[in-house]
Every structure is written in structure tokens, then in C-alpha cells.
Antibody, heavy 124, light 110 residues
Framework: QVQLVESGGGVVQPGRSLRLSCAVS????????MFWVRQTPGKGLEWVAV????????YYADSVKGRFGISRDNSKNTLYLQMNSLKPEDTALYYC?????????????????WGQGTLVTVSS | QAVLTQPPSVSEAPGQRVIISCTGS?????????VQWYQQLPGTAPKLLIY???NRPSGVPDRFSGSTSGTSGSLAITGLQAEDEADYYC??????????FGSGTRVTVL
């Protein structure tokens, strides 16, 4: 069955970096666009980034643009989120989710399925 | 705050019907982009409930239905059951190439 498993979360000081991973199985990873979404108690769900099937095109929410980088290794069936210059407001549960099949550019689509999430806490 | 506006909470007795609204703007729902709905049970990840405004993934009961009109979308739950008690989020796409979510609605079964 389709599975997405996030890892790499933890407690980090403001200004530092962290890299999240999302290992997938049960579908042909290289043919799907992939998302990162985060959730905080105060702000609900927030889309973070999306990457095309081949990894060539990436899009980011304004809140993370210039600080976060989404990437993928289709040979390892793994999605990544490199988070730099972390701020306390980046504290959240980070989910990866599958996006459109054969995605080249950002298009209207849904998030399905989702992983179980990995918690990132930015605090001194 | 969230780009799409939802009521914070709705409550109804078992067997009744609830409707959750999702209000956007001319740059997202009003621009013709589909609305999706997700159900989040306590302590779990969101689960896709409705996609393409009114389509149900396999396994989702037909008690759940979606619709759109103008700059808003709606989720209806008929024959409300105790297991439907959860948080519900709408989601769409924006002309600025952002994926946008609603603020979330807590459904309580009385």
C-alpha cells in the first residue's frame, strides 16, 4: 500500500538548519509531484513547497521562500526539505503528501495521501 | 491567518445534517479552481475527503458531499455519526501559484 514516512524533525535553535526526509513506497515516486505541508495549533494547515515529478520545478510559500529548499531523489524514492535560517514561527508538524501525477508546473490539485508528520521545534 | 474562511465550529445531533462553508476570493475559488476537503481525526494526519469540488475518493461514504458556488465551497455531511467528530479543512489553488487552506472547522456530534 502507499506509504509516506517523514523523519528528521527535532529541536533546533533559531538561525540553524534542519533537513527533513520523506521516504515513500507503494507507488511510482518518480511520476508524481510532491508537497510539504505544515500544521501549527495557531495557524492550522499551511502549504510549504511543491516539486515537480522530475525535480526541475519548485514552488514555495512566501513565508519560506529563500530559506527552505525542496528536492527529491527519485532513485531513492525520497523527498527532502532543507530548512535554513529557521525562525520560531517555523515550529510545526511537517507533513509530506503526494501531489499530481506527471506534474511539470504548479497546478490546482489535492494532497493525497499524507505521511504521519515529523515535529520541528525552533527554540533557544 | 488562513486564506480561506471557515466557521470555527459546528454542532449537530446524530443523524442530522451539517454544512460547512469555505469562503475564498476571485483569485482562488472564484477563479474556477477546485475545492478539496480533508478530515482530520484527533492525533492523525489529514485525510482527503472530497476532491475536484464534488468527488469522493474510494472508501469515503456518500454521506459526504461537496459543492461550489461563486467564491465559496461547501461540505455537507448527512446522517451525522459519532465517528464524524473531527476537524475539517478546505483547500484550493490561487492565481499566485499558492496552495491555500481554510482555517478549519471542528465538527461536534452532540
Amino acid at each position: 500500500q502507499v506509504q509516506l514516512v517523514e523523519s528528521g524533525g527535532g529541536v533546533v535553535q533559531p538561525g540553524r538548519s534542519l533537513r527533513l526526509s520523506c521516504a515513500v513506497s507503494g507507488f511510482t515516486f518518480s511520476t508524481y509531484g510532491m508537497f510539504w505541508v505544515r500544521q501549527t495549533p495557531g495557524k492550522g494547515l499551511e502549504w510549504v513547497a511543491v516539486i515537480s515529478s522530475d525535480g526541475r520545478n519548485t514552488y514555495y510559500a512566501d513565508s519560506v521562500k529563500g530559506r527552505f529548499g525542496i528536492s527529491r531523489d527519485n532513485s531513492k524514492n525520497t523527498l527532502y526539505l532543507q530548512m535554513n535560517s529557521l525562525k520560531p514561527e517555523d515550529t510545526a508538524l511537517y507533513y509530506c503528501a503526494r501531489g499530481p501525477r506527471n506534474m511539470i508546473v504548479a497546478v490546482s490539485h489535492w494532497f493525497d495521501p499524507w505521511g504521519q508528520g515529523t515535529l520541528v521545534t525552533v527554540s533557544s | 491567518q488562513a486564506v480561506l474562511t471557515q466557521p470555527p465550529s459546528v454542532s449537530e445531533a446524530p443523524g442530522q445534517r451539517v454544512i460547512i462553508s469555505c469562503t475564498g476570493s476571485s483569485s482562488n475559488i472564484g477563479a474556477g479552481y477546485d475545492v478539496q476537503w480533508y478530515q482530520q481525526l484527533p492525533g492523525t494526519a489529514p485525510k482527503l475527503l472530497i476532491y475536484g469540488s464534488n468527488n469522493r475518493p474510494s472508501g469515503v461514504p456518500d454521506r459526504f458531499s461537496g459543492s461550489t458556488s461563486g467564491t465559496s465551497g461547501s461540505l455537507a455531511i448527512t446522517g451525522l455519526q459519532a465517528e464524524d467528530e473531527a476537524d475539517y479543512y478546505c483547500q484550493s489553488f490561487d492565481r499566485s501559484l499558492n496552495y491555500v487552506f481554510g482555517s478549519g472547522t471542528r465538527v461536534t456530534v452532540l
